[in-house]
Every structure is written in structure tokens, then in C-alpha cells.
């Protein structure tokens, strides 16, 4: 290279540069004479950058996350909604069952058996075994009580009899039958435990 070449290249450099605001000429110059201290700057920036995308990253996923879990919850709302939507109504036909059940086992044999009554009682009949029908559709069912031990869960012991022939905590009186809505309680059965004798 000889000497002519080195002030037409700073010419051109000149040139090149007319317009660029004295700021940047300093930077790059510093940069390219403090050789360390620009690439530790662009390293810091550089992670500063890396530390914002992977706490972006997170708030991303926590938010997918937050958006999964309400979606979980509103689908289980929906749902329960579906399925005991009818327990309040449930809840007062349970009072029509009752009457009906007591008018059913009210008949006497003799109406039973007589030509003008029987019609009357086979209606009745019916209608109880409609309503067990229609219960059984919508997910209702009645709770078994007599015999089994007692199930502070479904059952509500109302008395205690004494009783030679039963385990103590069995029970052997049903006063009011108990009923669940699919897996949920509806009303307890009302009943009477056996005790030992005094």
C-alpha cells in the first residue's frame, strides 16, 4: 500500500460518514479503542434481553395456564348446573312421594280386593310407580336404609330402639325416606337406630 492510498481512504471515509451525528462517531470509536468495555455492554444487554423473553415466557404460561383453569371451572359449573338444576323442585315433590306412599300403604286389603276399588288402587299404584320413573330419569334415587348400619351421611337417626335381634348402630325403623340427586344428598332418610337393652 502506498502513501497516496491512505488519504483517499480517509477521504472516502469522511464522505461516507458527513451527516452522522458526532455521538455515534465517538461510541464506535470508543468501542473500537476500549476493546472490552463495548462487548461487555452488548453482553449485558444482550442477557438483559434473554431474562425478559423468559420472564415473558413464564407470564405466558402462567396465563395459558390461569385461562385452562377458569375454562375447567366454568365447563364444571356448567355441568353442575345441569345436573341439579331441579333440586329445589326435587326437593318438594319429595313432600307429594311421601303423601302418596302413606296413601298407598293406608289401603286395607279388603279395598284391595274389592271390584269397585280396585281401579282407585291401581291408579294410585301407578302414579307412585310413574313418579319412581320420572325420579329415576332425572337422576334421582332413593337412599336404602332399612337394615344397613347407619350412614351419618345419608341418614338422620331420629330415635334408638332398643333391640335383641339387631347390631347396635343398625337401622330397623324407617320414619322418612332419604333420597340422593345423582351423587349429591337430597334429603336424609329420617330413622330409627337399634341400641342394646338396658
Not at 431474562?51 to 371451572?73: F, I, P
Not at 301407578?126 to 337422576?139: C, D, S
Not at 330415635?159 to 347396635?168: F, K, L
Amino acid at each position: 500500500m502506498n502513501d497516496n492510498d491512505t488519504p483517499r481512504e480517509d477521504a472516502a471515509k469522511e464522505e461516507e460518514l458527513k451527516g452522522v451525528p458526532e455521538e455515534f462517531l465517538e461510541d464506535s470509536d470508543n468501542a473500537q479503542d476500549e476493546s472490552g468495555e463495548g462487548s461487555d455492554q452488548v453482553a449485558e444487554a444482550l442477557e438483559a434481553l434473554r431474562n425478559d423473553l423468559e420472564t415473558a415466557k413464564q407470564d405466558v404460561l402462567y396465563a395459558r395456564a390461569e385461562t385452562q383453569n377458569v375454562r375447567r371451572r366454568a365447563e364444571k359449573d356448567v355441568a353442575d348446573a345441569r345436573n341439579y338444576a331441579a333440586t329445589g323442585f326435587a326437593r318438594d315433590v319429595l313432600s307429594v312421594w311421601d303423601n302418596l306412599s302413606r296413601a298407598v300403604g293406608a289401603i286395607p286389603d279388603s279395598l284391595r280386593e274389592d271390584e269397585k276399588m280396585k281401579g282407585l288402587v291401581a291408579g294410585i299404584e301407578a302414579t307412585q310407580r310413574e313418579l319412581e320413573k320420572v325420579f329415576k330419569q332425572h337422576g334421582i334415587t332413593r337412599i336404602a336404609s332399612q337394615g344397613m348400619p347407619l350412614d351419618p351421611n345419608q341418614h338422620q337417626a331420629m330415635m334408638e330402639v332398643p333391640s335383641d335381634e339387631h347390631e347396635p348402630g343398625t337401622i330397623v325403623q324407617e320414619m322418612q325416606s332419604g333420597w340422593m340427586i345423582k351423587d349429591r344428598l337430597l334429603r336424609p332418610a329420617m330413622v330409627g337406630v337399634a341400641k342394646k337393652p338396658d
